[in-house]
């Protein structure tokens, strides 16, 4: 029930480009992403709720692939306050109270 | 606007000992509260939630218990720690029929 993210890790430097990917065997309702830096809570980042569904923040935007039952984090132009681990979150029903979390991609973004 | 509070911030007991962490929200009526464990470098672990007061489900089996003795206030316990209970210990809430989660600065805890 977990799901699954890649990469495990990566390593930007300022202004360049990333993607986080987060996948299901199961069919999805919704997927949460988190930033968590280091000794710190994670802080909610967006939400998707359809299949297709794009958001944005800031410079960060995320997709979700219903029917894959993938959603991917894009991060454009990144800046240093981008450093720290990345989390999905999957539910499969509203109110379900089952949501599982990924293992976390740990992002560090240097000068 | 909606708070949550954690503590302790820090906690470092010796095994065998009991445990008590506590969590409140503010600004919410009824929320679903949550318990996550939080290995050091590993992921979210769910451990219990709640709807309501009195009403605790389990995820996992292990030496932990949960308790909500009032709306806003949610209790992980422990009678015995065991060395594996180390790790960061976050409570979330959210408000019914919502989507979004909202986590707690958690606890750290180290058994020693």
């Known amino acids: 029930q977990q799901p699954v993210q890649s990469p495990q890790a990566v390593i930007l430097r300022e202004g360049e480009d990333a993607v986080i990917n987060c996948s299901s065997s199961?069919?999805?309702?919704?997927v949460h992403w988190y930033r968590q830096k280091h000794g710190e809570a994670p802080v909610f980042l967006m939400i998707l709720l359809k299949g297709g569904e794009q958001k944005g923040h800031e410079k960060i935007s995320a997709s979700f692939n219903e029917k894959k039952q993938q959603s991917s984090l894009y991060l454009t132009a990144s800046q240093l306050s981008y450093s720290g681990t990345y989390f999905c979150g999957t539910e499969r029903r509203l109110n379900n109270n089952d949501m599982r979390f990924g293992a976390g991609t740990r992002l560090t973004v240097k000068p | 606007s909606q708070t949550i509070h954690q503590w302790p911030a820090t906690l470092v007991q010796p095994v065998g000992s009991p445990l008590s962490l506590e969590c409140t929200v503010e600004g919410t009526s009824n929320p679903n509260l949550y318990w996550y464990r939080q290995a050091a470098g590993r992921g979210l672990q769910l451990l219990f939630y709640?709807?309501?007061?009195?009403?605790i489900s389990s995820e996992v089996p292990q030496n932990l218990s949960a308790s909500r003795p009032q709306d806003r206030q949610f209790i992980l316990s422990s009678k015995k720690l065991l060395l594996s209970d180390s790790g960061f210990y976050l409570c979330?809430?959210?408000?019914?029929?919502?989507?979004?989660?909202?986590f707690g600065p958690g606890t750290r805890l180290t058994v020693l």
């Open positions: 709640s709807v309501g007061i009195g009403q």
């Open positions: 979330a809430w959210r408000s019914p029929g919502t989507d979004t989660q909202y």
């Open positions: 199961k069919a999805l309702y919704s």
